[in-house]
């Protein structure tokens, strides 16, 4: 299974946030969209970094309330890790647990064409080995 038929079983919508947004912009964005991380990046769709939950309460630790009112340049990883849509997931799989990655921003030609959780990962390793386990019991009971 390739990334591109969990994007293709998911969607390819992808919530991004300007870098110059506020992190209280950003808050009320994953809150709205019941997500756990956005795409900073601009409207040519280069990626300029990633936000999470986790960004934001390591923020409010460091800097308390405050960081709210700053924008989302401060707080966003800048190293994010990517992939291809031709990518196995299940190399993807265990890059993202190598890494200590949760989400991955899909690329195609250097432009943001989808995102992918580890959610989306796992849930594609159960179907795809549910589906396995079904075919080997009608073989067996053939």
Known sequence: MKVQDVV?????DVITIRSDETVAALVA???KNNIGAVVVSDAEGYVH??????DVV???GESGAAILEQP???LMSRDVHTCEPAEDIAALAERMTEHRIRHLPVMRQEQLAA???IGDVVKSRLDQL???RNQLISYVQG
């Not at 293709?8 to 390819?12: E, F, L, P, S």
């Not at 970094?49 to 986790?54: F, K, L």
Request: aromatic share 0%.
């Open 8 to 12: 293709n079983r998911k969607g390819a």
């Open 130 to 132: 549910t589906e396995e």
């Open 72 to 74: 989302v340049s401060a």
């Open 115 to 117: 995102i992918i959780s």
């Open 49 to 54: 970094g990633i936000a999470s939950e986790r």
């Open 58 to 60: 390591r923020g409010l």
């Open 29 to 31: 964005l994953l809150s």
